[in-house]
T-cell receptor
Framework: QKEVEQDPGPLSVPEGAIVSLNCTYSNSAFQYFMWYRQYSRKGPELLMY????GNKEDGRFTAQVDKSSKYISLFIRDSQPSDSATYLC????????????FGKGTKLTVNP | DSGVTQTPKHLITATGQRVTLRCSPRSGDLSVYWYQQSLDQGLQFLIQYYNGEERAKGNILERFSAQQFPDLHSELNLSSLELGDSALYFC?????????????FGPGTRLLVL
């Protein structure tokens, strides 16, 4: 079983839709959870960062972590064509190693 | 623009050859990470350097090596290249603020091994 599983999609939605992106993981030591956005032919950029369980909101983006289910989500409200990108979840354990483990990414297209 | 620079942007070479990828971290960042991104494996951590010293190792092949120089730029050396080494190679530098570490990725080097 892979440490982090992420549905690669592709996911295609109309402009204005609510998008839900998800990852599951198997390592209970993971404490830090991130979502990166990667535009085509660019490097990943950090979108959201959460520690342990709970929700975090930033504008149209909400990140949720459910450690009991080993499940994290990213919600995008009022999606825009500029949100079209690949979204990667990433996580790491607390203390010591800074090694990030990434999901394979979900390719999202928001159609105008 | 993340502030992390990588050269070259593209590299085409043949099997068996050796190449060097270069990364300059953001000003002041001491940590440099190297990642490989391929379609089937996703983004895989290769190796981390901190202030010139190797700090963590991931799925890095023995044919690959890296170093970080006193000016903090880093190089990733890939030798005896195989077709399967074709991928995007990213470096990232990081900063810790309030106990939270954030990695900033460069634009990547696209390597094609023919």
């Amino acid at each position: 079983q892979k440490e982090v599983e992420q549905d690669p999609g592709p996911l295609s939605v109309p402009e204005g839709a609510i998008v839900s992106l998800n990852c599951t993981y198997s390592n209970s030591a993971f404490q830090y959870f991130m979502w990166y956005r990667q535009y085509s032919r660019k490097g990943p950029e950090l979108l959201m960062y959460t520690y342990s369980s709970g929700n975090k909101e930033d504008g149209r983006f909400t990140a949720q972590v459910d450690k009991s289910s080993k499940y994290i989500s990213l919600f995008i409200r009022d999606s825009q064509p500029s949100d079209s990108a690949t979204y990667l979840c990433a996580m790491r354990a607390q203390g010591g190693s800074e090694k990030l483990v990434f999901g394979k990414g979900t390719k999202l297209t928001v159609n105008p | 623009d993340s502030g992390v620079t990588q050269t070259p942007k593209h590299l085409i070479t043949a099997t068996g050859q050796r190449v060097t990828l270069r990364c300059s971290p953001r000003s002041g960042d001491l940590s440099v990470y190297w990642y490989q991104q391929s379609l089937d494996q996703g983004l895989q951590f290769l190796i981390q350097y901190y202030n010139g010293e190797e700090r963590a190792k991931g799925n890095i092949l023995e044919r690959f090596s890296a170093q970080q120089f006193p000016d903090l730029h880093s190089e990733l050396n890939l030798s005896s290249l195989e077709l399967g080494d074709s991928a995007l190679y990213f470096c990232a530098s990081s900063v810790v603020t309030g106990g939270t570490e954030t990695q900033y990725f460069g634009p990547g080097t696209r390597l094609l091994v023919l």
